[in-house]
């Protein structure tokens, strides 16, 4: 039985399957559909989509570009220093010569020299403590936080933060690194442990992914499997059989522009029916986050695939 609020999944992408966001754009040259808010290739052509993908050039990206929330860095130097006044006057309200001028203007490069180094690093310290909580709320080993720092820093070195908040380059690095590290977690998930909106993640990932060179390519189903069927207790033959409905499913064509999570939940249900170790949708899609509607069409297209009969 079909319902008749099935609007989710009905059209296939018009929606990004990571972020929902309905900015999805044609990239002419590639032939690829991408998200604008996340830069996930939504779908790809099948002739060779070469080494390194690069939707838009500097000048577009810079005016596509979208400000996020204020930086919460702040300047405090604690009254240690004193700013030099930038009227060149002495403490009296008198001009001072162009020697003491110069020794100045010296001295005030310095200080800020000190003052922007100093937040710098303490922005650094709040960042890779953000990355430490979230990794540890999301469970996800030493590697992907060490990979998330290190994202993090290139970030920091390539001057990516300015404009945008803190949080969200952190938040947006460890998502990155989950999927680079094959663990990965969705927006849905990390946005559960972060300070910072999914749309804003969204966004943020997208720019660093860009300006790093970050793979932006969708999530292999499969990479969710071991982990969505530990949560369920469900067992090896489980898994296997999972994996195979995901193969074979996705040779037909069937996984472009689905989201993986879904994906991998819909496969993981049909294996639990078939290996008589049979969980609810319910129970399947709370693991997964997302909704029992996504599982059921999935579901429903994979297993007319597989020339099973539900
Ligand atoms: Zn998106």
């Given at each position: 039985?079909?319902?008749?609020?099935?609007?989710?999944?009905?059209?296939?992408a018009?929606?990004?399957?990571?972020c929902?966001?309905?900015?999805?754009?044609?990239d002419?040259?590639?032939?690829?559909?991408?998200?604008?808010?996340?830069?996930?290739?939504v779908?790809?052509?099948q002739?060779?989509?070469?080494?390194?993908?690069?939707?838009f050039n500097?000048?577009?990206?810079?005016?596509?570009?979208r400000v996020g929330?204020?930086?919460?860095?702040?300047?405090?130097?604690?009254?240690?220093t004193?700013?030099?006044d930038?009227k060149?006057?002495?403490?009296?309200?008198?001009?001072?010569?162009?020697?003491?001028?110069?020794?100045?203007?010296?001295?005030?490069?310095?200080?800020?020299?000190?003052?922007?180094?100093?937040?710098?690093?303490?922005?650094?310290?709040?960042?890779?403590?953000?990355?430490?909580?979230?990794?540890?709320?999301?469970?996800?080993?030493?590697?992907?936080r060490?990979?998330?720092?290190?994202?993090?820093?290139?970030?920091?070195?390539e001057?990516?933060?300015?404009?945008?908040?803190?949080?969200?380059?952190?938040?947006?690095?460890?998502?990155?690194?989950?999927r680079?590290e094959?663990?990965?977690?969705?927006?849905?998930?990390?946005?559960?442990?972060?300070?910072?909106?999914?749309?804003?993640?969204?966004?943020?990932?997208?720019?660093?992914?860009q300006e790093?060179?970050?793979?932006?390519?969708?999530?292999?189903?499969?990479?969710?499997?071991?982990?969505?069927?530990?949560?369920?207790?469900?067992s090896?033959e489980?898994?296997?059989?999972a994996?195979?409905?995901?193969?074979?499913?996705a040779?037909?064509?069937?996984?472009?522009?689905?989201?993986?999570?879904?994906?991998?939940?819909?496969?993981?249900?049909?294996?639990?029916?078939?290996?008589?170790?049979?969980?609810?949708?319910?129970?399947v899609?709370?693991?997964?986050?997302?909704?029992?509607?996504t599982?059921?069409?999935?579901?429903?297209?994979?297993?007319?695939?597989m020339?099973?009969?539900?």
């Amino acid at each position: 039985m079909r319902e008749t609020d099935e609007t989710e999944d009905q059209e296939t992408a018009r929606t990004c399957p990571e972020c929902d966001s309905e900015n999805l754009v044609k990239d002419s040259d590639r032939g690829e559909l991408i998200c604008e808010d996340c830069g996930l290739v939504v779908e790809e052509e099948q002739i060779d989509p070469g080494p390194e993908w690069r939707a838009f050039n500097h000048q577009e990206r810079q005016n596509k570009s979208r400000v996020g929330a204020p930086t919460t860095q702040t300047m405090h130097d604690k009254g240690l220093t004193t700013t030099i006044d930038w009227k060149d006057k002495d403490a009296y309200g008198r001009s001072i010569s162009s020697k003491k001028r110069s020794q100045m203007h010296r001295l005030r490069k310095w200080q800020e020299r000190i003052r922007t180094k100093d937040a710098g690093e303490r922005n650094l310290q709040f960042a890779l403590s953000e990355i430490d909580r979230m990794a540890s709320a999301l469970g996800v080993p030493r590697s992907v936080r060490e990979v998330a720092s290190v994202i993090y820093r290139r970030a920091l070195k390539e001057d990516l933060i300015r404009g945008r908040s803190i949080e969200g380059v952190a938040t947006s690095a460890l998502y990155a690194a989950c999927r680079k590290e094959g663990i990965p977690r969705s927006l849905e998930e990390i946005s559960e442990v972060s300070r910072v909106e999914r749309k804003e993640i969204g966004r943020t990932y997208r720019y660093i992914s860009q300006e790093l060179g970050l793979e932006m390519r969708p999530v292999d189903p499969k990479k969710y499997v071991p982990r969505f069927c530990s949560e369920l207790q469900l067992s090896e033959e489980v898994q296997t059989k999972a994996n195979e409905i995901i193969e074979k499913t996705a040779e037909e064509g069937l996984l472009s522009g689905k989201s993986p999570t879904g994906y991998a939940a819909a496969a993981i249900y049909a294996a639990s029916l078939l290996c008589n170790e049979k969980k609810t949708q319910r129970e399947v899609a709370d693991v997964a986050q997302v909704t029992e509607v996504t599982i059921r069409n999935r579901y429903q297209e994979q297993i007319e695939a597989m020339g099973i009969h539900g």
